[in-house]
């Protein structure tokens, strides 16, 4: 009997990357799945934070795919080495903060490294693109630049459009039959749902923009303002993943407000109240803020006001309301609540 060939997908969680592997595997090879962690992804966070979500069904979706397909999923923390593709892509970035096509070159170069392909027996590596799907990297004169500068070459197979390509090397040598293979292309989406139910497959997370933070607009004005209020784009962890939670008004330049939306999002920035000082009105229900920068009185108190304006008392004379500063010392303040009109449109980031 031939030796069963060996492959590494990656695995994001949506319906293409699903699709890639069990096509592969249905041709007898041995798929184990990797996913990266860079800090930027959409998987779960929000809908695990926001109470209003919480009816939906919580789940990684990465890990989900790998449960309906069988599969080994391996999950790997790239936040460190990933800030060098965010800031500074060679290729640039998309409509948003999105470097799309280094962040691709950047996981499928990821994976040879982690696959150990000649020591640890993986033979190919698998990815789940379509010709035409995304305007920045999955455009069919990308397709080669992404498997030349990853150095994977013709090890690199995307079993849903592979008739539009070139043949690999899997193809060549037979470890896979090209005539089982597709010829996906464009961002219409039937194809794959129908090849979806062919194989029994009946939930798949729907595609919104991608499962990166970077391609929406409004996170990346969020980054962008991060980026210049603290004149460096160094960024950590809390960082970035604060900026998936609340409003963020900044009514100055030297601070912004973070304000809850409700209580999900309430309870988890009660998490940073040791490292930001923190707002939150005592006679009347409302959000917990933090405020993030060098702010002085007049600047707490301007950012009492806009806390008093979301909360029940936006209506009263007076709201009270606790200011806690990250040492735990507390102070009480008596303030009146902005109107709407009052908050500038500008000063939402």
């Not at 060098?84 to 060679?90: A, F």
Request: with cysteine.
């Amino acid at each position: 009997m031939a030796e069963q060939k060996r492959a590494v997908a990656l695995i994001s969680g949506g319906l293409d990357s699903m699709l890639a592997a069990k096509v592969i595997m249905e041709q007898g090879v041995h798929v184990e799945g990797v996913n990266f962690f860079t800090g930027f992804c959409v998987e779960g966070h929000t809908h695990a934070i926001r109470k209003k979500k919480q009816k939906k069904e919580q789940r990684n979706n990465a890990l989900w795919v790998a449960e309906q397909l069988g599969i080994k999923l391996h999950i790997v923390d790239v936040i460190d080495e990933y800030k060098d593709v965010l800031l500074n892509p060679k290729h640039g970035y998309g409509a948003n903060m999105n470097p799309c096509l280094d962040c691709k070159i950047f996981m499928v170069k990821k994976a040879e490294a982690w696959s150990f392909m000649e020591d640890n027996g993986f033979d190919f590596i698998i990815t789940g693109e379509v010709i035409g799907q995304r305007p920045k990297s999955q455009r069919r004169e990308t397709m080669p630049i992404i498997a030349r500068e990853s150095g994977v070459e013709d090890r690199l197979l995307r079993p849903l459009c592979a008739k539009h390509l070139p043949p690999t090397l899997p193809e060549r040598e037979g470890w896979v039959n090209r005539e089982d293979l597709h010829d996906f292309q464009g961002r219409n989406r039937k194809p794959q749902i129908a090849l979806a139910e062919s194989y029994g497959f009946t939930d798949w997370a729907q595609p919104a923009g991608g499962c990166c933070f970077l391609t929406d607009e409004v996170y990346s004005n969020k980054l962008v303002d991060l980026w210049e209020a603290r004149g460096t784009r160094e960024y950590e962890l809390d960082g970035i993943m604060l900026l998936k939670v609340g409003r963020h008004i900044r009514p100055k330049p030297n601070f912004k407000v973070i304000v809850g939306r409700e209580e999900g999002e309430n309870r988890y920035l009660e998490g940073y109240r040791q490292t930001f000082l923190s707002i939150r009105a005592t006679s009347h229900k409302g959000p917990l803020a933090l405020i993030d920068g060098q702010a002085n009185e007049a600047d707490i108190e301007l950012a009492a006001q806009i806390v008093a304006r979301y909360g029940q008392g936006k209506d009263a004379q007076s709201v009270t309301a606790e200011i806690r500063f990250p040492d735990g010392q507390l102070k009480e303040l008596t303030v009146g609540p902005l109107a709407g009109h009052q908050i500038d449109p500008k000063w939402h980031v």
